[in-house]
């Protein structure tokens, strides 16, 4: 009995301990719930009417920087995909995981190398690939930036097409969150 009773009282130290120390590692989830992995999913506007500067900046410039945040403030084992939007809608980034500061930086500096393409906007095309990358179950958590000048044109056009409105009601099933960054 004794025996009993002190072993209780090591495993009651025990598990105080482990409440105040707090253990930092995200892999073991003792008190509390794991953190769970993000899945950025960035389109960049990258049509020509993305490169008029108003004032010092352009709309491009500003999206890249919108890019470069999200991907500074994105943790370890998160993955980035980049689509850019234009007449030629294409993945240029498909689900990297940020593994070290060295790959955020190396997915960052791919994320610089896109430019302004001599196209227009192509919404419903763009959003079609979209609908490809959202779809991919093996990827939970998935956060869309659509970053872009909202050229009122294109987006007009897009919502019009009922295919596009019935994508878009494909992809909301499909992720956490949705975001429209007007630059």
């Not at 209780?8 to 509390?32: E, H, N, Y």
């Not at 044109?153 to 409105?165: E, M, R």
Request: some cysteine.
């Amino acid at each position: 009995a004794r025996l009993l009773l002190l072993l209780l009282r090591i495993l009651i130290i025990v598990i105080l301990a482990l409440i105040f120390a707090r253990p930092v590692s995200q892999d073991i989830a003792l008190f509390g719930p794991m953190r769970t992995t993000e899945h950025f999913i960035l389109v960049l506007d990258n049509s020509y009417s993305m490169g008029v500067r108003d004032g010092n900046t352009s709309p491009f410039e500003k999206g890249r920087k919108e890019i470069r945040t999200i991907i500074k403030n994105a943790k370890i084992k998160d993955t980035i995909t980049l689509i850019t939007m234009n007449e030629q809608p294409r993945v240029a980034l498909a689900f990297e995981i940020i593994t070290s500061a060295g790959k955020r930086d190396e997915i960052s500096q791919k994320c610089d190398e896109i430019s302004l393409s001599d196209f227009g906007t192509d919404i419903t095309s763009t959003i079609a690939v979209l609908q490809e990358e959202t779809s991919k179950k093996e990827y939970i958590n998935k956060q869309v930036f659509i970053i872009t000048d909202c050229q009122k044109n294109s987006w007009l056009k897009a919502c019009q097409d009922q295919s596009f409105v019935a994508t878009l009601e494909k992809i909301r099933t499909e992720i956490k969150s949705l975001y429209l960054v007007d630059v």
